[in-house]
């Protein structure tokens, strides 16, 4: 546990100094929950975004873009339920007088329980060694079926009692499992109540004529209200989808931990309508779809987990998130949500426009079903960024920092050092860059011993140093050398260009 703390703490202050995130409006002492990008950030942001885009849109004939405003009629979060629903379930701590989700601290609670499980698993997991059946003995162990049993039992009852809004059931929960304030150990409670998340502005010039609008909390809604525009300009078949990225902002009263839980983040979501009744299955494929677009980045596949719900949210039929192992435990990174008809049924309901799809294989009019996916884009570069950052030792005893981003999604893909900045050389990895930053983002270094800016380069997340010296001055030759293995290549400047592109295309890193 310290360990992990030791490594988020690490995590945010690499972040910081090397130009990845700052927080917002440090000068005046930031804004609590509230980060800028800085020019490395908004780089590798602008490529998850890139990745997920290319993913969705590029490669799936039948699912299209969109681009909707953040501001839309107020009317939309009535029909969506965000008015009456979208609320998060509140204690106070009467002595330390902070402010926490109540099923947070439950779920935390139910987490640690779970953590004692999987302890008892690495246990005899390193007891028994090769032979270890772990299928066999996590269903016959007494302790983890005793665990399970435990965890199951607290968070089948925190969804029953919030689904049915007793939240005095919940304090009861609490307090019978005797979950104290994690700062300060006081189990001084007060009642669980109700807090609507989404921030409210003004639009209008004089405070009589303006009118009450909401900061968009999802961009899911921008793509329902549009359904029939693009189904229509696009003449979409069902199923088809439609994808967009942007800005989504909630008053979260809880936001911790950096960039997991922000006001003003933003989301990438796909819309998938589908007809009435296939919506499980596609909510099948969408979870495997999804999963394998996680595992394409490389980043373990023993760091991610399902986790159904329990709990549905107000328009669901069934819901799972990717949970991913950040560097304080499983949380959640995407949701993927069978919707049902809800939000276009409601949204017909409420404008009186019908927003409905002709079948011509059924000859009949429907309210298309959708399945949802939705990541957070800060979240996930949280994700790449925390699990790409080691300490690593090498075999002469010393360590070094390095960033091991995904090639593909790194923000600088090369950097082209000359050995000394005399001799003609720096005018040589100037012709280098001349001719690469067409197609890569690259950088130019000359400043201290060439084993230093290769550690600056390390831990700044550059995949490839392309180093210039005298040979390259006889045979146009130049040193490759891989962030990850330090291996270094001799290879002529004529192929760099193709180098690259074979490492780092969206193309043949897929196809890898
Ligand atoms: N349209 C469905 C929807 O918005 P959600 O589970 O509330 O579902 C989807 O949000 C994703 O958005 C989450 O899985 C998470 O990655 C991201 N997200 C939600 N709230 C966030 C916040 N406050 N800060 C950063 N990311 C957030």
Not at 206 to 234: M, W
Not at 280 to 293: A, F, I, S, V
Not at 468 to 481: A, G, K, Y
């Amino acid at each position: 546990m310290a360990q992990q703390e030791d490594h988020f703490k690490k995590v945010i202050s690499h972040a910081k100094e090397y130009g990845y995130i700052f927080g917002s409006s440090e000068i005046y002492d930031g804004l609590s929950a509230v980060y800028d990008y800085g020019q490395n950030g908004a780089e590798l942001k602008k490529n998850i975004r890139d990745y997920w885009w290319k993913s969705m849109v590029q490669m799936n004939e039948n699912i299209v873009g969109l681009d909707a405003s953040i501001f839309m009629h107020p009317t939309t979060w009535k029909a969506s339920g965000h008015v009456e629903a979208f609320n998060d379930p509140l204690i106070d701590n009467k002595d330390s007088k902070k402010r926490y989700r109540a099923d947070v601290l439950i779920e935390d609670y139910a987490e640690k329980i779970n953590q004692k499980a999987e302890k008892e698993i690495a246990k005899a997991k390193k007891r028994f060694g090769e032979s270890f059946d772990e299928a066999e003995f996590v269903s016959t162990n007494p302790r983890v079926l005793r665990y399970r049993e435990e965890q199951d039992t607290i968070l089948k009852r925190m969804a029953r009692s919030l689904e049915a809004e007793d939240l005095a059931d919940v304090k009861a929960l609490i307090e019978e499992l005797g979950i104290a304030d994690p700062d300060t150990g006081s189990k001084n409670w007060t009642d669980v109540r109700q807090f609507n998340l989404m921030f409210g502005t003004k639009l209008g010039a004089s405070a009589e004529t303006a009118t009450d609008l909401y900061l968009r909390p999802e961009t899911a809604q921008g793509i329902f209200v549009n359904f029939l525009n693009v189904q229509k300009s696009g003449r979409m078949k069902i199923p088809f989808g439609i994808a967009q990225t942007g800005k989504a902002f909630r008053n979260e009263i809880v936001a911790r931990q950096f960039i997991f839980r922000m006001r003003e983040f933003e989301q990438m979501e796909m819309q998938f309508f589908v007809r009435p009744g296939e919506e499980l299955k596609w909510y099948e494929h969408w979870k495997e779809t999804r999963l394998n677009w996680h595992l394409s980045l490389g980043l373990g596949k023993e760091n991610y987990r399902f986790h159904d719900h329990e709990k549905l949210a107000h328009y669901a039929n069934a819901a799972a998130d990717i949970e991913f192992n950040f560097p304080f435990g499983f949380k959640e990174l995407e949701g993927i949500h069978s919707r049902t008809d809800f939000d276009l049924k409601a949204h017909e309901e409420h404008s009186g426009k019908k927003l409905q799809f002709f079948d011509p294989e059924l000859n009949e009019n429907y309210v298309p079903y959708v399945v949802e996916t939705s990541i957070g884009l800060d979240r996930m570069f949280l994700a790449v960024f925390s699990q790409s950052l080691e300490e690593e030792e090498l075999e002469n005893g010393s360590t070094r920092t390095v960033l091991k981003l995904p090639a593909i999604l790194a923000p600088v893909k090369a950097a082209i050092l000359p050995l000394v900045k005399k001799d003609g050389l720096p005018e040589v990895a100037r012709k280098i860059i001349d001719d690469l930053k067409w197609d890569f983002n690259v950088t130019y270094d000359e400043k201290d011993a060439v084993g230093r800016r290769y550690r600056r380069q390390d831990a700044a997340g550059t995949p490839f140093c392309i180093t210039v010296d005298h040979d390259t001055l006889e045979d146009d030759s130049v040193t490759i050398r891989d962030r990850d293995t330090m291996e270094q290549k001799r290879v002529k400047i004529s192929e760099l260009n193709t180098i690259l592109h074979d490492k780092i295309d969206f193309k043949n890193w897929m196809k890898s």
